[in-house]
């Protein structure tokens, strides 16, 4: 019983995070598919892209992707030589995105305010 709860604790804060952050149901999609880097991501997002609401640098990028891999949304692609700079979108992401059937819903300003201090200060 309390791995079903640690899971849908898991799941309720990923969710919030995919809300809270600037990536699009596109990019979500996109790396299902096929592993995307923050540089590629970056370079896609100088003019309005479908993958962000806002353009985004590539160290900016690589911070939401971390993020992302810690709370069990994206993983690292590996090749030949091990681990790459590139992300996949794992099980748990695809689970979050079936929650929605159209565009992720973004997350009022105090949700946003919230969920920035709970990733960077957690101890708050």
Request: aromatic residues 6%; positive net charge; hydrophobic residues 35%.
């Amino acid at each position: 019983m309390a791995q079903a709860d640690t899971e849908s604790r898991s799941l309720a804060r990923a969710a919030l995070s995919l809300r809270c952050l600037p990536f699009r149901r596109r990019f979500y999609e996109t790396v299902g598919e096929q592993p995307l880097s923050s540089t590629e991501l970056a370079a896609r997002t100088e003019v309005p892209a479908p993958f962000t609401f806002l353009p985004l640098s590539s160290d900016r990028t690589e911070d939401h992707f971390l993020w992302l891999i810690r709370l069990g949304v994206l993983r690292r692609e590996v090749d030949g030589q091990g681990l790459t700079e590139r992300v996949r979108l794992t099980p748990m992401g695809r689970q979050l995105l079936r929650r929605w059937p159209g565009e992720i819903p973004r997350a009022g300003r105090r949700e946003r305010i919230l969920e920035a201090l709970r990733r960077h200060r957690p101890r708050l």
